[in-house]
C-alpha cells in the first residue's frame, strides 16, 4: 500500500511579516532619534570650543614666536572666524596695563609665512556674543577697526579683534558658542597670559530634555 506524506511546512516569514518588521523598527527610530539628537548636537558644540581654543594657542605661539601681533575675529552669529596677522598696531610703542612692552622675543622668525586661518566651526554651531576687555593697546584699534567685514561682504557682522601679543599676553576675551537647541558654551582668554579655558556645556533652560555635559 501506498502510505500519504502530508508535505512539510516551510518555516520562516511571509513577505508581509518582514514589512510588518521593518515598519515598526522604522516607527520606533522616528521616535528615539530626537532624543538622540540633543546629546550630539552637545558634543559637536565641545568639540567646536576645543577647535577655537587650538587656534588661539597657534596664534599666541606664531606672535611670540614671530614678534608680530596677531588677531582673532569671528562672524557674530555666524560660523566663520579668522586669524591674521595685524598690521593695526605699532608694537614698538604699545605697551600693557601691566607695564610689560609687547616687543620681539629673541626667538622670532620674521622670515616665516604669516599665520593665516580661515574657519567654521561644526554644523549647527554659532558664535553669538564675543566680549572684550580693551586696555591702552587696543582700545582705539577696535574703535578703528569696528565690525568690518575683512571678507569685504557687507551683510555680515564681524567682531572687534581679539589681539595676541609677542610677550605672550593677549586681549581678555569672553567668547559664547550655541548650538541650534540654544545650549552654549563659554571660552574665557585671559590676556595676562594668553591661556584660554572651555567652560561647561549649558542647557537652555526652556528645553525640558537634557543636553549632555562632558567634564574637561
Keep these: 500500500m501506498f502510505s ?29 532619534w530626537p532624543s538622540l539628537q540633543r546629546p550630539f548636537a552637545a558634543e559637536r558644540l565641545r568639540r567646536a570650543g576645543d ?12 606672535a611670540i614666536d614671530s614678534g608680530e601681533v596677531y588677531s582673532f575675529r ?48 561644526p554644523a549647527g ?32 557682522t564681524w567682531s572687534t579683534p581679539v589681539l595676541f601679543f609677542p610677550d605672550g599676553t593677549s586681549t581678555s576675551a569672553e567668547l559664547t558658542l550655541t548650538n541650534q537647541y540654544g545650549a552654549t558654551v563659554l571660552i574665557s582668554l585671559r590676556g595676562l597670559t594668553g591661556g584660554s579655558r572651555l567652560g561647561e556645556v549649558t542647557a537652555d533652560e526652556t528645553n525640558a530634555a537634557p543636553v549632555l555635559e562632558k567634564s574637561p
Design 125 to 156: 554651531v554659532t558664535m553669538s556674543d564675543l566680549q572684550t576687555e580693551q586696555d591702552a593697546r587696543t582700545s582705539s584699534q577696535a574703535m578703528e577697526f569696528g565690525n568690518e567685514d575683512p571678507s569685504q561682504s557687507r551683510d555680515e
Design 74 to 121: 569671528c562672524q557674530l552669529q555666524g560660523s566663520r572666524y579668522l586669524i591674521e596677522r595685524y598690521a593695526g598696531l605699532d608694537i614698538d610703542q604699545a605697551v600693557t596695563s601691566t607695564g610689560f612692552a609687547a616687543t620681539a622675543s629673541d626667538n622670532s622668525t620674521p622670515g616665516k609665512p604669516a599665520l593665516s586661518i580661515d574657519k567654521t566651526l
Design 51 to 62: 577647535q577655537v581654543r587650538a587656534h588661539w594657542s597657534r596664534a599666541r605661539n606664531r
Design 4 to 32: 500519504y506524506r502530508q508535505p512539510k511546512r516551510r518555516s520562516g516569514l511571509t513577505l508581509m511579516e518582514v514589512l510588518l518588521v521593518l515598519a515598526l523598527l522604522v516607527a520606533m527610530g522616528a521616535m528615539v
